[in-house]
């Protein structure tokens, strides 16, 4: 049981264009990630999860029947994320979706934070969104056509927008992935659209393991609609995003934050 009631959510497939679609989602065996990979099944698209964490694969394919495969891969890895696209290739023959979710992050104060816990934290949350983009726009080009659009949608936060003590090196991490999303927009329109959503507080096994009972409750006082989010509001936004609905929309960061930011 979790430390804070987790709000369920009737789903269904809103998307028919998203039927078919190969996607790739990193981190998708927990949190966020693994609720995206559930949406997305749900909708028809072939689904690959990418993951550090392979001892969750077993349970994860019982979980998501229709669930293409799942790959081992360190983001921060140039040669793992290679390797992890070449194997995503063998199994989908190609990518129109990339959900580049994975990230970490350690509460601690800047100035207890040494610089291999700084490095670790960029190596995840920001070189693993680098190195997986560059691979997704590779085939993505390759397999471009007239009336084809890939899309490329990064997790960032709310952290990525404003300062907050305990996570410097996290924040400044999603703060680089706002610019990092704009620029790549900028550069690859009209032909891929690439956005990113800014989650505040979301119940996620990494919230989980940070926060006390104590801690969840000061924290939901503070935003208007008294709760985090759950998982599964972050996966719909990337499915909205990733449809024709949105079409429209590219270089955007959307914050989900329950008014928080307001």
């Not at 698209?45 to 077993?58: G, L, M, S």
């Amino acid at each position: 049981m979790g430390l804070v009631q987790e709000y369920k959510f009737e789903s269904r497939a809103l998307y028919p264009e998203l039927a078919g679609k190969r996607v790739v989602i990193t981190g998708g065996a927990s949190g966020i990630g693994k609720a995206t990979a559930k949406r997305f099944v749900m909708e028809g698209a072939r689904v690959v999860v990418f993951d550090f964490n392979d001892k969750a694969f077993e349970g994860l394919m019982e979980e998501i029947p229709g669930l293409e495969g799942c790959v081992k891969v360190d983001v921060s890895s140039e040669e793992s994320v290679k390797a992890a696209f070449e194997e995503m290739d063998r199994i989908l023959g190609g990518i129109d979706v990339l959900i580049s979710n994975a990230g970490i992050s350690v509460r601690k104060n800047f100035m207890d934070t040494d610089f291999s816990q700084w490095k670790k934290v960029m190596g995840v949350n920001l070189d693993g969104m680098c190195l997986c983009i560059m691979e997704a726009l590779k085939r993505m080009h390759r397999d471009k056509t007239k009336d084809d659009t890939g899309v490329i949608l990064c997790a960032a936060s709310t952290n990525g927008m404003e300062g907050h003590p305990f996570y410097t090196d996290y924040n400044a991490s999603k703060a680089a992935v706002i610019n990092l999303v704009r620029s790549v927009a900028l550069e690859h329109a009209p032909w891929v659209r690439c956005n990113c959503i800014c989650p505040g507080y979301v119940l996620t096994p990494m919230q989980e393991a940070e926060y006390t009972q104590e801690m969840f409750e000061e924290v939901n006082k503070t935003i208007p609609m008294q709760r985090h989010a759950d998982p599964a509001e972050a996966a719909a936004l990337y499915a909205f995003l990733a449809s024709d609905e949105a079409k429209y929309i590219t270089g955007q960061h959307i914050p989900l934050d329950g008014g928080e930011t307001a």
